[in-house]
């Protein structure tokens, strides 16, 4: 079948010569426009600003990324992450601050910059009306890649994404997983240097999770370099080297998953649930937990020897509760906090 040129808004059309290519895994892995010279980062933000009418989004943000890590941008709605993304694709204008991308100053220079970059944005967008190969081919055409060479790279990328033998499948005939490996796929195209991933696993069920977690750890492994925003603490600590929390435009904490856990919080949480859980926490929980929190008719003990809630609570008929490890959700919700964020 032969497929349509297509310009989709946002997407960087430019020529470019063709370039042999590796596989790896089923992965492309030739050096990317522009060429890589060895520098360590592949992205660097400095004092970045931006304000939406009074409202300052971004509030002077810094960091690095560098090759071949993993590094988690955390927040709830409204912290200015997405903001922040656009910012580094050169999407929007700064209004103090500079952007490096792959060497490249942005927004200056965002066009060739993007070249470097692949991305996965937190909603699908197939095109329904190509096959799964239509899709690959007509997106590498955006980076001016020559069709012999995207048809090259197609068979590789659909077996990495676990979609062999679907080339000529169309778009309403994959599930949810499918889609979203076929997204990630479809990132890879163009052998990009850093590859972006808005929510990546949004909607999935527990095993296409981690078919996903699966496939990032292989990029990882060949020395991608992937910039991750989730909502799945989990996710994060699995797959991140590095994290920054955010919240109302600013940086909150940063670190390695298991420093920020040993840094920000107790290492003990009992969970205790039940009718009179509230009741229970008002007379015990708060002279024998170093700090107590309540989440609807949850009551949750932070302690870093736990021996004296759990005393208290055995034996109590009205009472379930549940000893654990704290973890990264823990740590968010302390600096974040628990209310809802729209």
Known sequence: MQ???????GVPEQSAPPRESENVNGVPVSASAPPRDGTDAVLRVADLHKRYGTTEVVAGISFEIRRGECFGLLGPNGAGKTTTLRLCLGLIEADAGTVELARLAVPDDARRARHAVGVVPQFDSLDPDFTVE??????????????????????GLLDFAGLAGRARARIFELSGGMKRRLTLARSLVNDPELVFMDEPTTGLDPQARHVIWERLRQLLAQGKTILLTTHFMEEAERLCSRIVIMDRGRFIAQGAPRELIAREIEPHVVEVHGEGAVEWAEAHARSR?????????TIFCYAAEPARVIADLEGRADLRYMHRA???????????????RD
Request: aromatic fraction near 8%; hydrophobic fraction near 40%; proline fraction near 6%.
């Open 3 to 9: 497929t349509a040129r297509v310009r989709r808004p």
């Open 134 to 155: 239509e899709n690959l081919l007509v997106y590498g055409r955006y980076f001016g890649l020559p069709d012999a060479e995207i048809r090259g790279r197609i068979p």
């Open 289 to 297: 937990a170093a700090r107590v929190e309540r989440s609807g008719e």
């Open 326 to 340: 704290a973890n990264l959700e823990d740590v968010f919700l302390k600096l974040t906090g628990r209310e809802l």
